[in-house]
């Protein structure tokens, strides 16, 4: 892809100041578009900003806690305010509770689903109030392969990935006559700690012989997000190193 793709664009990221989120950010500033950069990690948010910044990249750190409205609201208009246009999001911040589900409160249960699903919600409509006024934009949200298989204990984690799934194609069909394009990426195993340390099994469990880095998330990111590309909208892809359609017995 022509790293020039996304000059003159603005991108907003959610959960951006570490992670998968920090290296959308890394990706989309090097494509030439001005990132906005938004956790409620101020510290790590700021170093991640100024981190593009000292490479000569346009990036600001802007903090948000997307289970707030408000917040949400603001967060956007500091992005057209700082750039005069907004184009793309990326919905990523998310949280998890690994607990029985025989044990898990019902406040937990409600701050995963804020916090990764409803979320996605509220920031897309805030977003495409503004994009629509452009003449359209695009929105992509990360879910998790967790929305189609699970392990024992993730309901509430499943059930927010499930959620975003779902409020992907919902939006697609309701903005598009916004010329606003909506897809879901759910990433599998992306590692974004000691690469190195991994284990040969680690890799070699994937189909394609490997554990994920955020630079497959992001490349995923730049086709959904491309201008070109006006006729994928509503998708859901699966990056997963083809974990997802492994067939596994026990002997």
Known sequence: MNTTTFKGTTVVITGAAKGIG??????????????????????????????????????????????????????MEEAVRRTGRLDILINNAGVSRWKSPYELKVEEWDDVL???????????????????????????????TRSVMSEPNSEAYAASKGAIVALTHAMAVSLGPDGIRVNCISPGWIETGSYDQLRPEDHSQHPAGRVGVPK???????????PDNTFVTGTHLVVDGGMTRKMIYEE
């Open 216 to 226: 497959d998330i992001a490349k995923a990111c730049f086709y959904f997000t491309d």
């Open 22 to 75: 920090k290296g959308l950010a890394e990706a989309y500033a090097a494509a030439g578009a001005d990132v906005i950069v938004s956790d409620t990690l101020k510290d790590e948010g700021q170093q991640t900003a100024e981190q593009l910044q000292a490479n000569g990249y346009s990036a600001v750190f802007v903090p948000c806690d997307v289970r707030d409205e408000h917040e949400i609201k603001q967060l």
């Open 114 to 144: 804020n916090t990764n699903a409803r979320s996605c919600f509220l920031a897309s409509r805030e977003a495409a109030l503004h994009m629509r006024t452009n003449g359209g934009g695009a929105i992509v949200n990360i879910s998790s």
